[in-house]
């Protein structure tokens, strides 16, 4: 089943292309579109499923980690892949209308686009070493790019070319750690920098790990790295906007949880995350209070959010990890439901100004309700999952019982208050409050497409669908947090017995890589004969003896349980 891996990122790939050839048929673009985001959402279950068992991994093209280049599946990566799909899928729904009609956007360009993104972004969360990450991060900008500037209006292109230089100047510094990276450690591959980083110098190492969280910060939009997000995504046409705010900075923080659980172990730097998302949490909810536009003040939403976050991933601990995995897939589906309605909102009023709208509950409750559930779900109101994430987070504060964390503590309940307060005035000035008579009369419900609030509600019921299943969905995420702060389970999934995957490259052919010495917390197997290459041994502890493969040399895929 490991094949299957592939499919991600291949398929928006061949998607993209078979749309480029129809540049004037946009019926049969969205009908490609949809089905390649269909294929790669049942792909993702499947990958969900098999997580369940243990990590499992493809060597591309046959070539052995650490020579090639590895798709890794854990649960961690298997939850973001499946979350940001079915979000993307949605969002492609709601863009299947004549939505763009009025914004002179190119539709033959906006679905390519859009599967390009969506193969970025998978490729992101999959790939195991961090060259790939850098290919995939460059793969979802530049199709990001193409999206925020579609129709070219003024706006479009001041806020496009603000985006363009903050993620150039990221990417360079995500560049220049990767060199460092290869010159410190002779590696990129992630499963061999976790036995490798702890051996080299240790300011080195801490010099590495400032400038990736320096770079993910920026594309996660991390106070103080956050400011260019509330003038960029507002002006985008509402699919986009909501794309980018439910996944584009999640890859960032998606990346500074795989990179500071899996390669720096007991990190020194957890006070300075819980610090960083303390600010990150009230900054972006006081800029929020202040707005006066529903996109900007979303968008403000967007980043104090991203706080909780790094407030899970600070405590260092497996029961802060896993509420910080728990509360980013709630985001994802929460936020980006929010971004749609305002796009609804906006196609009735013809503005996004609060001040102007009004009416709206009259005009159409359904609305009404689409924006207040998901509101209510990222204010944090008992029972629904925003809720019991923010409990989660409190939980592992209180017990580690510093000073700190009673902070942290006190710090998400009045960002959440704030969040609710926001949002319930934004509420009532565009559905409760009668519309000012110097703003333009609304338009009809009809003339909004059916597959607007069709889409939204999808991502509604998603978000309930955290609730009622939250128990098995915890469950899963301190599973994920626990293999990934042992990471045992990851790096002998890649690398079994620490020396090389199970593809075959050039350089295995005259034998087995000498062995790298582990240290605490990764360990080395205790005595056993060093297998071959034609071999795999199965990262499972308590898994039956490993199964002999006989690779050959267009091997294309590596498998973690005997019976696959």
């Not at 020579?67 to 890794?72: E, K, Q």
């Not at 009809?444 to 069709?454: G, L, R």
């Not at 690398?495 to 995957?501: F, H, S, T």
Request: include cysteine; hydrophobic fraction near 50%; aromatic fraction near 8%.
């Amino acid at each position: 089943m490991n094949w299957v891996l592939a499919l991600p990122v291949l398929v928006p790939f061949v998607g993209a292309a078979i749309s480029l050839l129809l540049p004037r048929n946009y019926r049969v673009q969205r009908v490609v579109g949809m089905s390649s985001l269909g294929i790669v959402l049942a792909a993702s279950v499947v990958i969900l499923w098999h997580s369940r068992l243990g990590p499992f991994v493809l060597d591309v093209g046959g070539w052995a980690a650490p020579v090639g280049i590895s798709l890794v599946a854990d649960r961690l990566s298997a939850l973001m892949l499946l979350v940001s799909v079915f979000v993307t899928l949605c969002v492609m729904i709601y863009s299947s209308s004549e939505v763009f009609e009025d914004d002179r956007v190119p539709l033959s360009v906006f679905y390519p686009t859009f599967l390009i993104l969506s193969a970025g972004v998978s490729n992101s969360f999959l790939t195991g070493d961090l060259f790939n990450l850098y290919v995939g991060f460059e793969i979802l900008l530049v199709s990001s790019f193409v999206l925020i500037m579609l129709g070219g209006t003024r706006d479009r292109l001041r806020s496009g070319t603000v985006y363009v230089v903050v993620s150039m100047v990221s990417s360079s510094i995500f560049l220049i750690a990767l060199a460092m990276v290869y010159a410190a450690t002779g590696t990129v591959n992630m499963a061999q920098l976790a036995i490798r980083l702890p051996q080299i110098d240790s300011g080195t190492a801490q010099l590495i790990q400032v400038m990736l969280l320096v770079a993910f910060g920026v594309k996660a939009a991390v106070f103080p790295l956050s400011a260019w997000l509330p003038d960029s995504y507002p002006t985008a046409p509402a699919p986009v906007t909501a794309v980018f705010a439910g996944l584009l900075t999640k890859v960032g923080i998606y990346a500074i949880i795989r990179t500071q659980t899996i390669l720096f172990g007991d990190s020194k730097l957890n006070p300075w995350l819980l610090g960083i998302g303390l600010l990150t949490m009230i900054v972006g909810i006081l800029g929020a209070v202040a707005q006066d536009d529903i996109k900007r003040l979303l968008s403000f939403t967007l980043v104090s959010h991203i706080g909780f976050m790094l407030w899970g991933l600070g405590t260092g601990t497996v029961d802060g990890i896993s509420a910080a995995i728990f509360y980013t897939a709630h985001h994802i589906i929460v936020q980006t439901a929010l971004f749609l309605v305002s796009g609804i909102m906006e196609r009735m009023g013809g503005t996004t100004s609060l001040v102007r709208l009004g009416g709206l509950l009259k005009a159409w409750p359904l609305l009404a309700v689409l924006f207040l559930v998901p509101a209510f779900n990222l204010a944090g109101i008992p029972p629904m999952s925003g809720f019991l994430g923010k409990i989660g987070l409190i939980k592992a504060s209180a017990q580690v019982g510093t000073p700190t964390h009673y902070l942290m503590i006190a710090g998400g309940l009045v960002s959440s208050l704030l969040t609710l307060f926001a949002l319930a005035r934004a509420w009532n000035m565009s559905f409760w409050q009668p519309l000012s008579e110097d703003a333009p009369p609304l338009a009809d419900k009809s003339t909004v497409p059916w597959v607007m609030p069709f889409a939204t509600g999808l991502l509604v019921v998603g978000s309930l669908a955290l609730t009622v299943f939250a128990a098995p969905l915890y469950s899963f995420t301190t599973n994920a947090a626990e293999n990934l702060t042992q990471r045992n389970p990851y790096v002998q999934t890649v690398l079994p017995d620490y020396q090389r995957g199970s593809g075959q490259s050039q350089d295995s052919v005259d034998g087995p890589a000498p062995a790298v010495t582990a240290t605490a917390p990764i360990k080395k197997p205790s005595a056993s004969p060093t297998p071959s290459t034609d071999e795999t041994r199965t990262p499972q502890p308590s898994a039956a003896p490993a199964t002999p493969m006989q690779p050959t040399p267009k091997a294309s895929a590596a498998t973690t349980r005997g019976d696959e």
